[in-house]
């Protein structure tokens, strides 16, 4: 047990010197590339002291109608809202056809064909519908993180062998039971899977629609700094989109682990 744990901790000492390692090089590059060396031009890609100063500006000043926090603040949100409304759909959805052919048979020509129609393709109708307001970017953010939903929850129930549900069948175990202790068990791997290719599709479509008609947000940052031809301020708002998107993803992550603890 002691040489088990002595072996997790020196797997997450090395990843993690691995990260501070890559990242250190990542920084050095970086500054031989463009301030040391001048090889870049500063006009096509920022020097790390500049990109450190547009940071401090929209941190302690504002940029784009906010500061950095609150522009932060409201993608997270809207994220998190259109995320959660679409996978938990979608899952239920994906389990369904899953699990009942005739359910199958009536959603998926529907499903299969609104598919193909990419999530950024819904924008204009979005805003039609519900203005410029946040209400059409959780509608672009449903769109595009309910079909990974949806797909990989109707996989993972088809993955459930035979022999299982036969097993489960001689056992009579009733309805509910068996969803709860057969299908949604068996499923989880793929459903997480799905999960996680909804929330980057989430942040990917939102980082798009808020860069037409919106006042706050990372994407209004990309936008305004984009008219402003202010590269720095654009490398702020990259890595401020990657940053949240990584955090999401680490507690996606753990919500997994606490949902299948015997794959810890």
């Known amino acids: 047990m002691k040489a088990l744990t002595f072996y997790k901790e020196l797997e997450i000492f090395s990843r993690l010197f691995s990260l501070v390692l890559f990242f250190g090089i990542s920084l050095l590059v970086w500054f031989g590339l463009t301030e040391w060396t ?9 020097a790390p002291t500049e990109t450190w100063n547009s940071f401090k500006i929209i941190a302690m000043q504002g940029y784009g109608n906010g500061k950095l926090y609150q522009h932060i603040l409201q993608s997270v949100v809207l994220v998190t809202t259109g995320f959660l409304v679409s996978s938990s759909l979608g899952i239920l959805l994906g389990i369904l056809m899953g699990a009942n ?25 979005a805003i039609v519908w519900l203005g410029l307001g946040n209400s059409a970017k959780v509608m672009v953010i449903y769109v595009a993180a309910f079909v990974p939903a949806v797909i990989n929850s109707f996989t993972g129930v088809k993955s459930i062998e035979v022999p299982q549900r036969e097993a ?10 068996y969803y709860r202790e057969v299908l949604i068990p068996g499923a989880l791997p793929l459903i997480f899977t799905g999960l996680r290719l909804s929330l980057q599709a989430s942040w990917t479509t939102l980082v798009a629609a808020e860069l037409v008609g919106a006042t706050l947000g990372l994407g209004s940052i990309l936008n305004q700094a984009a008219q402003d031809i202010n590269p720095a301020m654009i490398l702020v ?3 401020s989109v990657a940053i949240s998107g990584w955090l999401m993803t680490q507690i996606l992550a753990k919500a997994e682990r606490l949902a299948m603890p015997w794959r810890a």
């Open 101 to 125: 052919k005739k359910i199958e048979a009536f959603v998926n020509p529907i499903f299969l064909t609104l598919r193909p129609i990419p999530p950024l393709a819904w924008i204009p109708l």
């Open 168 to 177: 489960a069948a001689m056992l009579g175990i009733g309805r509910f039971a």
């Open 38 to 46: 001048g090889a870049i031009s500063s006009a096509r890609f920022p």
């Open 237 to 239: 708002g990259m890595i």
